[in-house]
């Protein structure tokens, strides 16, 4: 059973430029949560998308959005990338057939370096 | 706004002792659950424990358990026997079951070193 995965694994970009960033959910799951994670910080959650909706959003500019396809899959987009976006950013993913059972899956996340 | 704080940075253990790692909360909510996740050196986030706020008693999972005081917001992690690979970067989590959206709000993280 595939987990979680997410790519690419390292990506080095530079201040103004875009990025984007992909995510497999695992079998089954049909929710997908984004969440940044700074250097020795716990993860912030950026947003969550569900039946290709956002769904809720955290405290983050425009500057990040993101996309699920029919098959689950999603990307977080940030344009005019800043050195604070410097970040791991890890993927989660669910099947919500109730508040008791959605368990967040993580995925190994992407390491994003802006120089 | 619901609030997870770790006020531990970093704990360390001796193999095949016990630890705990602490954990407060802050919220006006009444149902919600809360977590623990394990986050060695490889980065991928793990599911520890889960603890639904509804429930007195406190989960276990093998070595790991729980000690839940809901009317003090503590949720404290204790792990017997300890291991190497136990070492990892640990995070308290908290999510509302007021909202459908499982948003999980992280804690600091506390960093366990396990000594041989």
């Known amino acids: 059973d595939a987990g979680v995965t997410q790519s690419p694994t390292h990506l080095i970009k530079t201040r103004g430029q875009q990025v984007t960033l992909r995510c497999s959910p695992k079998?089954?799951?049909?929710?997908v949560s984004w969440y940044q994670q700074a250097l020795g910080q716990g993860p912030q959650f950026i947003f969550q998308?569900?039946?290709?909706?956002?769904?809720q959003r955290g405290n983050f500019p425009d500057r990040f959005s993101g996309h699920q396809f029919p098959n689950y899959s999603s990307e977080l987009n940030v344009n005019a990338l800043l050195l604070g976006d410097s970040a791991l950013y890890l993927c989660?993913?669910?099947?919500?057939?109730?508040?008791?059972?959605?368990?967040?899956?993580f995925g190994p996340g992407t390491r994003l370096t802006v120089l | 706004a619901q609030t997870v704080t770790q006020s531990q940075p970093e704990m360390s253990v001796q193999e095949a002792e016990t630890v705990t790692l602490s954990c407060t909360y802050d919220?006006?909510?009444?149902?919600?659950?809360l977590f623990w996740y394990k986050q060695p050196p490889s980065r991928q986030m793990i599911l520890v424990i889960r603890?639904?706020?509804?429930?007195?008693q406190n989960a276990t999972e093998n070595r790991f358990s729980v000690n839940f005081q809901k009317a003090a917001k503590s949720f404290s992690l204790k792990i017997s026997d300890s291991q190497l690979g136990d070492a990892a970067m640990y995070f308290c989590?908290?999510?509302?079951?007021?909202?459908?959206?499982?948003?999980?709000?992280f804690g600091q993280g506390t960093t366990l070193q396990v000594k041989p």
């Open positions: 079998s089954g799951h049909d929710t």
């Open positions: 998308y569900y039946e290709e909706e956002e769904r």
């Open positions: 989590a908290y999510r509302s079951a007021e909202s459908n959206t499982g948003k999980l709000i």
């Open positions: 603890q639904e706020a509804y429930k007195q």
């Open positions: 989660a993913s669910s099947f919500p057939l109730s508040p008791s059972t959605d368990t967040q899956y």
């Open positions: 919220t006006s909510e009444s149902d919600y659950y």
